[in-house]
């Protein structure tokens, strides 16, 4: 049933008119009506107090029902306020004029107070409805926004600073495509000389993969406090295969990470890494030069347990950068369908001299889509191998 605590207001310039209106709506049980002989003073009403259903005349001095319904569609107010209107005229074009600025219903007069009764009621009912949804639209909104926040306060911020007596550079970026996402980048340090860096992809999007992306993103946290952690992730093979048997076992939804884990033995400059069906990170030489960091690897996170994962190797030099990116960088789209790709992606990385590289990066990708909604979410990690300090 209608909520009868609601607000009605009746427009219409005959006395006569109103007052029957407002009979027929107390016997209904309505209380709550106000009423206007005018179109002016029905939008006056209508900017002063909240009204759950306004019965509209449409022949009125000042302003007639037609410029109040544009007046209302013209802010906006259409949408929350529905429009009953009843009037005189009795042709077809004023009833196709009034629903198409935003009135709810017709009613020819003289009204049948049968008929009156169940479009009032049926039109409450109906905003009733549409209030709740929107209510529980909101709310889902709020608490979406609340997981953005937590999401983005997963990535650490930039550091700039020595570790094991040589100056280290690590820059963070995600961007989730909408609220929340499956992306997640990461660094942290291991013992006195390792640092860690991870970058991952889950393969869906929205609530269920930003659970899955913080459910990765923890796995590889903990292992990193564990007493052997310096040696676990000194071969990234065993943490990324004991993080895989944990996302395989029980994974009914079949959803999968791709994934890089690397760490750099910072003293050495030996880095080890294993992508698990990700992008190939890139590369650059202090010489400006870019290669693709292939490698064995292995099939994403969480598709197959007990999966042997291999570590590939290669050592850096006093300079070198390492960028790794997820797919939301190489497969943007643009209007006319064509891919970003990884080499526009090399390209800019060979060229990329300067500061805020990812940052540069990311806007380039998003002038790339001109102004379609984002592909995909995206996450990336740059590395910079510097000097030892004196």
């Known amino acids: 049933m209608a909520d009868q605590n609601a ?12 007052d029957l209106l407002i009979r027929r709506l107390r016997r209904l049980g309505f209380s709550r009506i106000e009423e206007a002989a005018d179109g002016v003073e029905a939008l006056a009403a209508i900017g002063q107090a909240a009204f759950d259903l306004v019965l509209l005349d449409i022949m009125m001095p000042e302003l007639d029902g037609f410029g109040v319904l544009e007046a209302l569609r013209s802010d906006g107010r259409i949408n929350d306020i529905p429009v009953i209107v009843i009037s005189a005229l ?6 196709v004029r009034c629903i198409e600025l935003g009135a709810d219903d017709f009613l020819f007069k003289p009204f049948n107070p049968t008929l009156l009764r169940a479009r009032v009621l049926a039109t409450l009912e109906k905003k009733a409805l549409r209030d709740r949804t929107r209510e529980e ?29 040589r100056r280290l550079d690590v820059d963070a970026l995600l961007e989730p495509a909408k609220e929340v996402g499956g992306d997640l ?5 291991v013992g006195d000389g390792l640092m860690v860096l991870a970058i991952g992809d889950v393969s869906d999007k929205g609530a269920a993969a930003a659970l899955m992306m913080a459910r990765t993103h923890s796995m590889f946290r903990a292992l990193s406090g564990r007493p052997d952690a310096a040696e676990l992730f000194a071969d990234p093979a065993r943490a990324v295969s004991i993080a895989n048997d944990g996302l395989a076992r029980g994974n009914a939804g079949c959803m999968f990470v791709t994934f890089v884990l690397a760490s750099v033995d910072v003293a050495t400059g030996r880095l080890a890494y294993v992508r698990a069906g990700h992008v190939p990170p890139y590369l650059q030489g202090a010489d400006g030069g870019v290669e693709r960091l292939g490698g064995p690897g292995g099939p994403p996170l969480g598709v197959v347990e007990g999966f042997d994962y291999q570590a590939a190797q290669v050592d850096l030099n006093e300079g070198d950068r390492l960028l790794v990116v997820t797919d939301g960088f190489t497969e943007a789209q643009s209007a006319a369908g064509e891919l970003f790709g990884e080499d526009r992606v ?15 990066l990311a806007t380039q990708v998003r002038a790339f889509e001109a102004g379609l909604p984002a592909f995909d979410d995206m996450a990336a990690i740059l590395l910079t191998f510097g000097a030892r300090e004196v």
Not at 90 to 95: G, L, Q, R, T
Not at 150 to 157: A, D, I, K, R
Not at 347 to 353: E, L, R
């Open 137 to 165: 639209l909101r709310r889902k909104q709020v608490e979406l926004n609340e997981a953005r926040t937590l999401q983005l306060s997963l990535v650490p911020p930039s550091f700039a600073g020595a570790v094991a007596g």
């Open 185 to 189: 980048v990461d660094y942290f340090p």
């Open 90 to 95: 009795n042709e077809i074009d004023p009833v």
């Open 346 to 360: 090399g390209a800019f990385f060979a060229d990329g001299a300067g500061g805020q590289v990812l940052t540069r």
């Open 7 to 18: 607000a009605i207001l009746v427009v219409d310039d005959v006395a006569e008119n109103r």
